[in-house]
């Protein structure tokens, strides 16, 4: 008997086909003088144009936020538009992008284009979303080129084999050059400690704490901080609890820790190192070196906080605290900046930022059943994949972002310096590493037929875009790039199944409803952990333990585990 998904599958199939049918009949009779016809459907208007390039206006929800955007007014969207006719009329999530997604799945009305991330399965599961098979099949050569094999990866699931959402968010052929997470300390305070081997959580503290004595204030009597963590919403896991497990020898598979071998799945939290991770969190606090307002602060005091100089550490990704540090930067205050560091709980672990997971489909781009126009729409997403549009997005324009000198694609130092020091304003003109997400894409180390990288994230360029302060700092520790430091990709199995939280969860799963139970109990008992009195933390811990039996945890595991299993036999069959 079919599935339920499957008969969705195969109406979308036909109403699209349908569509495309109706509208190569309109365009083959009487359409006026711009070749466009419309037709009315059960799914409101929709467009087939015979002008690839005339003017039309697609909307967009993407569940990343984008505070740079301008509405394709940059250089670069406005080379998009003329290229290919598009203007996105773009909305970004905004608080919580679960919430918005659910709204837009209940609604029954869809943006044109979507880009949902881990909550597709919310739209599939309304009958929202398109499968692209066919699409990408006979308008999308780009996308087929670029993808390659890989693109059994962007297959839904299992037991539904449609696209719904091209993979936008990794890129193919990928290699990791460079180093946005790890521990990170201000330059001033690692060149006072004379550049000490900096591999444990200890060495970490030391090098804050040796700092935070000589200077306990800043120039103008305002308190220095040894370390702040960031635990407004969402970015909870990133610098509070993500941690627990890059320092403990497990890699980022979501709130799950995965056996490589067997795919046995626990809820990362229960693994015994991590309780020791989080008891070292707890004694930071009871020396003073935590920021007491660690757990109540919002992002924007987090950030303001780091743009004054007076944060020593940070456990957070670069793309979160950069505005404060480019803050710095455009201030001259290159010293004050930071470097990243492969800490781990002890010697014993290898820090597991880079442990390889293969291409990693999952997050990406689809269009809608209500999407005025789906082949002119493929078409766009297939120009952004295009070598033409990749070096677009990446580099800019030529003769004005970069030039070509001797066949190399050159960025000329004043640019090389704005991107990297005054980088929001740098952004909102050009729009360069503003599109990204939106299309299909090599990644960072693949050439073009040309010879020169797609993207500018390469080690020659990486380098060059160090301030002198970093490229002192790094010299000191006798290498030329922060991902140096950290353990190499080969020294780690590749995952079968990418990464867990990559994985999409039916709507219908009990795992949605025992992951926030969960999620809610831990995101009340990790701070109260950390924040109590080192007497009294083997108590709290053991609560928090029993406190998830009780809502589930075992059986969160099993189903997590099934989900893995199923991902690994439809990615390697």
């Not at 679960?98 to 599961?125: F, R």
């Not at 880079?354 to 297939?382: E, H, N, Q």
């Not at 609560?543 to 299993?565: F, I, N, Q, S």
């Amino acid at each position: 008997m079919e599935s339920k998904r499957k008969r969705k599958t195969k109406a979308s199939a036909l109403l699209l086909v349908s569509a495309l049918f109706v509208g190569l009949l309109a365009g083959c009779g009487g359409s006026g003088g711009n070749g466009v016809a419309s037709k009315e459907n059960g799914s409101g208007k929709e467009a087939a144009t015979g002008n690839d390039n005339a003017p039309i206006t697609f909307s967009l929800f993407s569940a990343d936020p984008s505070p740079n955007w301008t509405g394709m007014k940059d250089e670069i969207g406005k080379v998009i538009t003329e290229k290919t006719g598009v203007t996105l009329d773009a909305e970004f999530a905004v608080g919580d992008p679960q919430q918005k997604v659910a709204l837009i799945a209940s609604s029954g009305e869809y943006p044109d284009l979507i880009s949902a991330k881990n909550d597709i399965s919310k739209l599939v599961d309304a009958d929202a979303m398109l499968d692209l098979t066919d699409l990408i099949d006979k308008y999308a050569p780009n996308i087929k080129k670029v993808l390659g094999d890989s693109i059994k990866r962007a297959r839904y699931s299992d037991e539904d084999h449609a696209i719904y959402a091209i993979p936008t968010y990794a890129g193919v052929g990928q290699q990791y050059f460079q180093a946005g997470g790890g521990f990170e300390l201000q330059h001033r305070a690692v060149a006072e400690a004379g550049y000490p081997e900096i591999r444990t959580v200890k060495d970490y503290e030391n090098v804050i704490k040796n700092y935070i004595e000589k200077h306990p204030t800043d120039e103008n009597g305002n308190k220095n901080i040894g370390l702040t963590l960031n635990a407004d919403d969402w970015y909870m896991y990133i610098t509070v609890t993500n941690p627990a497990f890059y320092t403990t020898g497990s890699p980022d598979d979501g709130e799950y820790a995965i056996d490589v071998d067997t795919q046995k799945v626990t809820y990362h939290f229960r693994r015994p190192a991590e309780k020791e991770y989080f008891r070292w969190l707890n004694h930071m606090n009871d020396i003073g070196l935590l920021d007491p307002e660690s757990f109540v602060q919002k992002y924007d005091q987090y950030k303001a906080k780091i743009a004054t100089g007076r944060v020593i550490g940070l456990i957070d990704q670069d793309w979160a605290y950069g505005d404060a540090e480019k803050a710095l930067k455009a201030a001259g205050k290159f010293d004050q900046g930071y470097g990243h560091y492969p800490v781990t709980l002890t010697e014993e672990y290898k820090e597991t930022s880079f442990w390889p997971t293969g291409f990693m489909a999952g997050y990406g781009i689809g269009i809608s059943k209500d999407c005025k126009d789906p082949v002119r729409a493929i078409k766009f997403l297939d120009y952004l994949a295009s070598d033409e549009g990749q070096v677009l997005l990446n580099w800019g324009i030529e003769g004005k972002h970069y030039k070509v000198e001797n066949g190399k694609r050159v960025i000329p130092k004043e640019i090389s310096d704005r991107k990297v020091n005054d980088a929001t304003n740098f952004t909102k003109e050009t729009g360069i590493g503003l599109y990204n997400t939106l299309g299909v894409h090599y990644g960072d180390g693949v050439k073009d037929p040309s010879g020169n990288y797609y993207t500018t994230n390469f080690p020659e360029q990486i380098q060059n875009s160090y301030n002198e302060v970093e490229k002192k700092t790094l010299a000191a520790y006798n290498v030329k790039s922060w991902r140096e430091l950290f353990p190499k990709e080969e020294e780690f199995k590749v995952r079968p199944w990418g990464a867990a939280w990559n994985i999409a969860i039916p709507g219908d799963s009990e795992i949605v409803v025992l992951d926030n139970k969960l999620k809610d109990i831990t995101w009340k008992r990790i701070p109260e952990a950390i924040l109590a009195k080192p007497a009294d933390f083997d108590k709290v811990w053991d609560a928090y333990m029993k406190d998830l039996e009780k809502a589930g945890v075992d059986k969160a595991e099993t189903l997590r585990e099934e989900l893995v299993k199923q991902r690994v036999k439809l990615w390697n069959e």
